[in-house]
C-alpha cells in the first residue's frame, strides 16, 4: 500500500484547514490510516486514526474537540480536518498505514506499514 499526504500551507491562528492522504494499493490488509505529525525539535506524535473495520476513530488529547479524522473510500482518500489551530500545531504531518490504530497509555504507536510522505502545515500570524 502507498500514501501520500497533501495540503499543507500556512494558516492564521483560530483558522482551519483540512490535509488528504492518498491511499493506493491493496488495503486490505491495512485497514487503518493515522495521522502523525513532528515538530521542529520534538518527537513524532501521533494525532488521530481511523480503521474501515471500525466506526469510532481515535485522537490525541491535544487535538481532541479540534481535529476531525474521516475516510472517503470511494475516492481512497483519509482527511484530517483542522479547527482552531494553534502555533503549536505547526508541524509536518504525515499519514501510514496499519493493520489497526494502535495505542498504548493514551498514545498511539508508530503504524507497522508504509508511511506517505509529509505535507507542512504552519500556524502563524
Known amino acids: 500500500v502507498q500514501l501520500q499526504a497533501s495540503g499543507g500551507g500556512l494558516v492564521k491562528p483560530g483558522g482551519f484547514w483540512r490535509l488528504s492522504c492518498a491511499v493506493s494499493?491493496?488495503?486490505?490488509?491495512?485497514?487503518?490510516t493515522a495521522w502523525f505529525r513532528q515538530a521542529p525539535g520534538k518527537e513524532r506524535e501521533g494525532v488521530a486514526c481511523?480503521?474501515?473495520?471500525?466506526?469510532?476513530?481515535d485522537y490525541a488529547d491535544s487535538v481532541k474537540g479540534r481535529f476531525t479524522i474521516s475516510r472517503d473510500d470511494t475516492k481512497n482518500t483519509v482527511y484530517l480536518q483542522m479547527n482552531s489551530l494553534k502555533p503549536d500545531d505547526t508541524a509536518v504531518y504525515y499519514c501510514?498505514?496499519?493493520?489497526?490504530?494502535?495505542?498504548?497509555?493514551?498514545?498511539?504507536?508508530?503504524?507497522?506499514?508504509?508511511w506517505g510522505q509529509g505535507t507542512q502545515v504552519t500556524v502563524s500570524s
Open positions: 501510514g498505514a496499519d493493520h489497526f490504530c494502535r495505542t498504548y497509555s493514551g498514545k498511539f504507536l508508530t503504524p507497522v506499514g508504509s
Open positions: 494499493g491493496d488495503t486490505s490488509l491495512w485497514p487503518a
Open positions: 481511523i480503521s474501515s473495520k471500525d466506526p469510532s476513530a
